[in-house]
């Protein structure tokens, strides 16, 4: 079936969307610069990119100022925000012509927050949702229909008729099968964000490998990355895409440490890897912080670096464990591994689920049945289930926890349980919308 589309913002990167768009369906485009698309007529008049329209896409410009654009060094500038001026306009300008049952969607990028806090009041009418592209210069159109990924926000992550109208004109133009994800604005911004962030992260550390071989010599920085992206398993894989507790054990947090070392040594300029230990430190004293809000004894279940041993290098329980007692609070660890338990009388107390081999181990799970079979009373060939606690514990036994206590899940996993407040830490979602 071919819808009426209406697409605002024709530039370098919304004309050849449109164009694709145009392949399958009735495309009407708007822009305040004259344009000649191939396949699809041009409008004067806004009002007319919006009447009768099922979708009017808005890909207008979100730009930073000039001179954060990258071209010139930054870092020493004030932080600042993308300008939404425009976005903004576009929507009072729309707005009088917007009927309830058009879908509004907006492809620009923004920062997690702005559609709720400073679009969404500009548009009374009609369903704002938020879908932005993972597309590149040179490759757009291929982009466009080949995407990793389609995403979509709407206010409240419902799958109303809107978002499935969305989905079917993606999957009528589409060459791929890409996995569908539907969030809040605040989700889809934030996914749309960090896929970048995450890339650039990538580059900055390639590239100082790049500079410690042209500082100490005796090294290929080609052989180094080709190698490392075949470990697909941990580095390239979906190993560690798991909110929770910090990085661990004895080699990630000291490596770490001493490669600011190195970047000191060698005079790179630069250190990656402050930011990093300084995230890792902060992390577990938000934590801690959170921790502290319910004003009970801390316990935390899981003294060890990870679970299913018996080390505690590098271990975040403790980290999170030393911020606890540096804010005043009585902290205490429940490991049987490690033979430390709080004191029977501890009475009502938040207890925070360090640990979690389903998460720590994924489908390496089986290989570890042998030490789970001696050291767990139960046996058996697979773990406990999660919701029994026994594997957020790294214990023989599940655990009984005091009357009153709050039980603070950072894997969210755990259920609720009749009796405790279970806490999912990391979602933030209402209630109603988990």
Known sequence: MRMKIGFIGVGKL?????????EKHDVTGFDVVPRKPSNF??????????????IVFIAVQTPHDPAYDGCEPTSHLPNKDFDYSVVEG???????????NQQIVLISTVLPGTIRSKLKRKLTNGNLL????????????????????????????EETSGVNLLVDL???????????????????????????????AKVSLVNMIQDVAEKLGNIDSELVCDALAKCDRRIMGPSYMKPGMGDGGACHPRDNIALRYLAEKLDLGYDLFDA????????????????????????????????????????SSILVGSYV????????????????????????????????????????????????????????????????????SGNKKAIKFNPGSVIVDPWRKLPSMKGFRVVHYGNTRPHSLR
């Open 14 to 22: 919304g004309q050849a969307c449109a164009e694709m768009i145009a």
């Open 41 to 54: 007529a041009m409008t004067e008049d806004i009002m007319s990119a919006v009447l009768g329209k099922q």
């Open 90 to 100: 576009v929507l009072d300008k729309i707005n009088p012509y917007v009927t309830q």
């Open 130 to 157: 938020y879908n932005p592209y993972l597309i590149a210069m040179g490759t757009v159109k291929w982009d466009m229909v080949n995407p990793e990924m389609i995403m979509i926000g709407d206010e409240n992550a």
């Open 170 to 200: 993606y999957q009528s133009i589409l060459e791929n099968k890409p996995h569908y994800v539907l969030g809040t604005w605040e989700e889809i911004e934030c996914l749309k964000v960090f896929y970048n962030t995450f890339i650039s």
């Open 276 to 315: 990093v230990m300084r995230s890792r430190e902060v992390q577990a004293e938000n934590m801690a912080k959170f921790l502290m809000e319910f004003g009970l004894p801390v316990i935390i279940v899981g003294k060890a670096y990870k679970p299913l041993v018996e080390y505690t290098n590098g271990s």
């Open 325 to 392: 007692q540096e804010l005043g609070g009585k902290i205490y660890y429940y490991d049987e591994i490690i033979g430390e338990f709080p004191p029977e009388d501890v009475g009502p107390a938040t207890y925070l689920l360090a640990h979690s081999p389903e998460v720590t181990y994924g489908d390496q799970l089986e290989k570890v049945q042998e030490f789970v079979k001696e050291h767990f009373s139960q046996g058996g060939t697979s773990l406990p289930e999660h919701s029994s606690v026994v594997v957020n």
